[in-house]
């Protein structure tokens, strides 16, 4: 395996200790042998930091794992502790697709597989905050928030974008066509549809911004004192809307099940009501706007095959099954269930004249309030019936597909297998990702002193690479599909993963500040998670088509986001 190569490469570098001669401005000691340099006073070059210092040493982690104070070797642990990190977050993936297969939504779908994917960010924000002194962590607490700031950055720029460009097909009367791209890289032609849920994660993560607004108030008002206090309160509210989310995502499958069935039955009621409308039986209003019971009448003798003057089920089946609802999937048993639920007001499993004569009357009120009345010069007719119609299929079309929300899924194969198979993956991501959360840390702290970088800027661009790759990659490969529901459900993980760092890691990066006495210092990098996050939500929540134009958006941002941090923290100093 390469991970095996992987490690017997960086354990034959690194646990041999080496020792060299280093070439100094100081003079030397005896008079035996001149370079010539002895007289030069501070050459230029020399100005920089070394890379190698005899004097210095560095504490190995665990007391056993390698380190180092040179640039190089701190880029290769870096590198290599940023793999183990990544094949935590690829155990921890996988086996909770394995687990969700067995399990469905609910529970664990909804309250413990969302935690566990914010696990590795969660690992490394802990433990950049509780190693060594209050100074230490104060200075290693920067890798943390550099990794939040990062991963949110990432997650709603780079990868959005790149999920726009492989999940595009070709656009019609602004819909996204599932399966079908013959417009290339047309920027308006192409692009992705998503259903209405996804816009309500988009919102959701816009809302999960408030504890950063409410952590910053104190520095927006120019308050020392109150900023303990702020982070108190902020660390409350993230913790409420952490479990907030997690029970939204519990009831979530039930919730869409429900709207999904009233948008069927709305579906069934304009059916029904178009069909009213074609048949030529009459109009549908008399000249004061209010229903035309005689044409009601006679649709009622047309369904009433026997004469005996009450519509069974049966007969109401024959009927729906005649209208031929062919824009969606319907349960015509269900249908009828739901129609009688309307009409039956005796209960006698019958439907009366008058009692079809008041449901249907209520169902052309309904349309006509939801539609809208527009008069028709032609026939002086009203066309709300179509304008409802419409906005029946665009509001079950918005829903999306009707998924398995059950808590066991049946059909599974070897369920007792899979399911000590994805626990076994659990606990190994979980086991990895605390025991190289600590070191990869360290690394780049050390590799922050060698270079001068700033910390907070390799955590930013190099640790979500480590802790989001896979995620990242699982996006990318599964918007390729290029379909509504698989596109609906990639950029739904998006924001859902944007939403666990903004309430569970910034809960337990809120935490380490506020036990430890930790100093809350981080203007620029709240200003630029408010602005990603508000500008990709707001972006997201009101419409449910991009073009492809709208990955450059998102492009944008990212080296945008970079560069605001560097000018307000190191050109003007603000903090």
């Known amino acids: 395996m390469p991970s095996k190569y992987l490690l017997l490469l960086f354990f034959s570098l690194f646990c041999v200790s080496a020792h060299g001669?280093?070439?100094?401005?100081?003079p030397s000691p005896t008079d035996l042998v001149s370079d010539g340099i002895s007289a030069v006073k501070n050459p230029p070059y020399l100005l920089l930091k070394p890379q190698f210092s005899a004097e210095e040493s560095c504490e190995q982690t665990y007391g056993f794992l390698p380190c180092t104070t040179t640039a190089l070797g701190n880029l290769f642990l870096i590198i290599v502790y940023g793999y183990f990190m990544y094949l935590a977050a690829t155990y921890l993936s996988n086996g909770s697709e394995l687990l969700l297969e067995i399990l469905g939504p609910g529970i664990v779908g909804g309250l413990f597989l969302p935690i566990l994917g914010a696990l590795p960010d969660a690992m490394l924000i802990l433990v950049s905050g509780l190693s060594g002194t209050t100074e230490v962590a104060q200075s290693q607490v920067s890798v943390g928030m550099g990794l939040l700031a990062g991963s949110t950055v990432m997650l709603l720029t780079v990868i959005w974008g790149s999920c726009v460009v492989v999940g595009r097909s070709d656009l019609r009367d602004s819909v996204a066509v599932d399966g079908r791209l013959t417009k290339g890289f047309s920027l308006t032609g192409t692009g992705i549809s998503t259903d209405i849920w996804t816009c309500y994660a988009a919102r959701i993560m816009a809302i999960s911004v408030i504890?950063?607004?409410?952590?910053?108030?104190p520095q927006l008002l120019n308050s020392t004192s109150g900023r303990h206090l702020a982070v108190l309160i902020a660390l409350i509210v993230s913790l409420s809307m952490l479990v907030a989310y997690c029970l939204y995502q519990v009831f979530q499958p039930w919730i869409q099940r429900r709207r999904l069935a009233y948008a069927k039955h709305k579906h069934v009621i304009s059916g029904i009501l178009k069909h009213l409308k074609m048949s030529a039986l009459g109009k549908l209003l008399n000249d004061?706007?209010?229903?035309n019971t005689e044409v009601i009448r006679k649709l009622f003798a047309t369904i009433d095959e026997n004469g005996d003057g009450g519509l069974s089920p049966s007969e109401l089946k024959a009927f729906i099954i005649g209208i031929r609802f062919e824009?969606?999937?319907?349960?015509?048993?269900?249908?009828?269930?739901?129609?009688?639920?309307?009409?039956?007001?005796s209960r006698d499993s019958l439907v009366q004249e008058d009692e079809f004569v008041r449901g249907i009357s209520k169902w052309i009120i309904e349309a006509k309030q939801t539609g809208g009345a527009h008069l028709e010069s032609n026939a002086g007719t009203f066309k709300f019936i179509d304008h409802f119609h419409q906005q029946t299929k665009r509001e079950h079309d918005l829903l999306g597909s009707e998924e398995q929300s059950d808590e066991v899924v049946e059909g599974v194969e070897n369920p007792k297998k899979i399911t000590i198979k994805a626990v076994l993956m659990l606990?190994?991501?979980?086991?990895?990702?605390?025991?190289?959360a600590d070191p990869l840390v360290d690394a780049v702290d050390n590799f922050s002193d060698a270079t001068s970088i700033p910390s907070f800027f390799i955590s930013f661009i190099a640790l979500p690479l480590a802790t989001n790759s896979s995620e990242a990659v699982s996006a990318i490969i599964f918007a390729s599909r290029k379909n509504k529901r698989t596109s609906s459900l990639t950029f739904s993980e998006l924001?859902?993963?944007?939403?666990?760092?903004?309430?569970?890691?910034?809960?337990?990066?809120?935490?380490?500040?506020?036990?430890?006495?930790l100093t809350w210092d981080f203007s620029s990098e709240v200003l630029v998670i408010l602005i990603v996050c508000l500008v990709m939500g707001a972006f997201a929540s009101f419409r449910t088509t991009f073009p492809l134009w709208t990955c450059s958006v998102a492009y944008i941002l990212y080296p945008f986001s970079l560069a605001l941090v560097y000018v307000l923290d190191y050109v003007f100093g603000w903090s």
Do not use: H, W
């Open 21 to 26: 001669r280093f070439i100094t401005a100081r």
């Open 211 to 217: 504890p950063f607004i409410i952590v910053q108030l």
């Open 288 to 291: 004061d706007g209010e229903p």
């Open 327 to 345: 824009e969606i999937d319907l349960d015509k048993d269900d249908a009828v269930t739901k129609v009688m639920a309307d009409f039956d007001t």
């Open 427 to 436: 606990l190994l991501g979980t086991i990895i990702a605390a025991a190289f």
């Open 495 to 517: 924001y859902g993963a944007v939403t666990m760092n903004n309430v569970l890691c910034l809960s337990v990066f809120l935490a380490l500040v506020f036990v430890r006495g």
